[in-house]
Nanobody
Framework: QVQLVESGGGLVQAGGSLRLSCVVSGRTFSNYAMGWFRQAPGKEREFVAAITRSGGSTYYADSVKGRFTISRDNAKNTVYLQMNSLKPEDTAVYHC???????????????????WGQGTQVTVSS
């Protein structure tokens, strides 16, 4: 059983920063590509960022490129999302996801991930 637990969300003013963390347990973390997605009220869940198993390559949605940074620490079974220059439109519940297979690389699609966390709320005030 793979479990993903996010933390680090909160309320921040526009222009501020937050760092989200996602701890993975139950399987070998370094076997999985990881992703971050977000879902705002009344909207579909959307891709934010993804990272390869080694952390050597990263991918971003255009809306967050240059502001957000995804990283991972395989020794700590943790993936991070550093969010800078936050905007009110970044307000959403942020979910981390694990690919679930050695053969799956990072994806910007929901079905590219087998395991999901419950999410952490990020609210950006104007």
């Amino acid at each position: 059983q793979v479990q993903l637990v996010e933390s680090g969300g909160g309320l921040v003013q526009a222009g501020g920063s937050l760092r989200l963390s996602c701890v993975v347990s139950g399987r070998t973390f370094s076997n999985y590509a990881m992703g971050w997605f977000r879902q705002a009220p009344g909207k579909e869940r959307e891709f934010v960022a993804a990272i390869t198993r080694s952390g050597g390559s990263t991918y971003y949605a255009d809306s967050v490129k240059g502001r957000f940074t995804i990283s991972r620490d395989n020794a700590k079974n943790t993936v991070y999302l550093q969010m800078n220059s936050l905007k009110p439109e970044d307000t959403a519940v942020y979910h981390c996801a694990a690919s679930g297979s050695l053969w799956r690389g990072p994806s910007d699609e929901l079905d590219g991930y087998a395991y999901w966390g419950q999410g952490t709320q990020v609210t950006v005030s104007s």
